[in-house]
Structures are given as C-alpha cells and as structure tokens.
C-alpha cells in the first residue's frame, strides 16, 4: 500500500509544480524589453561620405548604359574607395545600425573589386546587380537623407530574371540592356529619408 501512497504524493507534487510555473510566468523577471532602434538625422560628414559612394554607383550605371568599359572600370574602383572610407562612426544611430552599415560597406567595397576585375561587360552587369541589392538595403538602413534616390527595375535582365537598380532620376536609363535597349524598365519605388529631419 505504500507504493500507490508515494506514486500519487509525486504526481501531486508535479501538478502543483506545473501550475505554479505556468500561473506565476508572468512574474519572472525577462530583463528589460527590447528597444526600438534610434537614429538621428544623419552628420555632415557622413552625408558626405555617403554622397561619394552613390556618385561613384550611379556612374558605374551611367557607364553600363552607355557601354562604356573605361568609364565604368573608372567609377568601380572610386566605389570601392567610397566604401572603404564611408564615415560609418559618423552615424548618429545605435550599434547595431552602424555595424549593420560597416557589413553591407564592406560588401560592397569587395563587389567593387570584383566588378573591375571582370573583363566582359555582362560579368560587370552581374556584379553591378549585387552592389545595387547591398546598395538599397544600406540607403534603407542608415536613412541616407542626402536626395531621393529612385529604385527601378527591368523585368528582362538576365533571360527575364529580372534586376533592380538605384538611379538620381526618374528617367530609365536600363543598365542592363545599354543601348539594345535604353528605355526598358520601370520606377518600382522611391527611397526619400530628407522629410525625417
């Protein structure tokens, strides 16, 4: 008789461990709750730096619209300088923004390098297509508030993959296709970050 005695006083002693633990969760101390990230309007200088690396890319898309090697070797390596020396530090934001933001420089500064060392002007389209992708997501991530940027997108590229590009402009002006076919594309979304100020 001992035995069904101590199994039922353990299955109590569980039941009441278990309803203690599910009724009392809400009291357990989690720590402090998670913060949404801040960012101020962006300094001086790293709307500077900033400026310099979306020049150097909208010249490499000038330079893929025009089909022009040299102009876009050129572009390729100030791009890569730009992403080098982007005045991350200089953001007026948390952590985790800056250090997101040095990943995606970093990223481009090595598709810069390996633009340029593409000898065939389809390889250096491919790689223009991965800076652009980086290239968005970091305009997205540090609220770049210098000027609009256009974001555009040619359903053709790459046997009707289709790929994105940033543009100064609303005018298409496909890096893509060149001047098979200049005008092939359409505005997808706009990236406007001035209005936070």
């Known amino acids: 008789m ?5 199994l039922l006083l353990v299955v109590v002693a569980l039941a009441v461990g278990a309803y203690f633990l599910f009724f009392n969760k809400a009291k357990v101390d989690r720590g402090p709750k998670d913060q949404p990230l ?49 005045k991350v530090n200089d953001l007026k934001a948390d952590s985790l923004i800056k250090e997101t933001a040095k990943n995606y420089a970093a990223t481009i500064s090595g598709s810069a390098k390996g633009l340029l060392g593409e000898a065939d002007i389809e390889a250096k389209r491919k790689e223009f297509e991965m800076i652009t992708n980086v290239l968005y997501d970091l305009t997205r991530t540090v609220k770049y508030d210098g000027k609009k940027i256009y974001y555009q997108y040619c359903p053709m590229a790459f046997n009707n993959k289709g790929a994105y590009w940033l543009s100064g402009e609303r005018e298409i002006k496909n890096p893509y296709f060149g001047a098979k076919m200049p005008d092939c594309g359409s505005l997808e979304d706009s990236l406007d970050f001035s209005q936070k100020k």
């Open 2 to 6: 001992k035995r069904p005695v101590m």
């Open 38 to 86: 801040t960012q101020e309007a962006n300094s001086g200088p790293f709307n500077q730096s900033y400026s310099m690396l979306l020049t150097a890319y909208l010249d490499i898309k000038e330079g893929l619209f025009k089909d022009d090697t040299v102009a876009i070797n050129k572009a390729a390596i100030a791009l890569q300088v730009a992403a080098d020396s982007l």
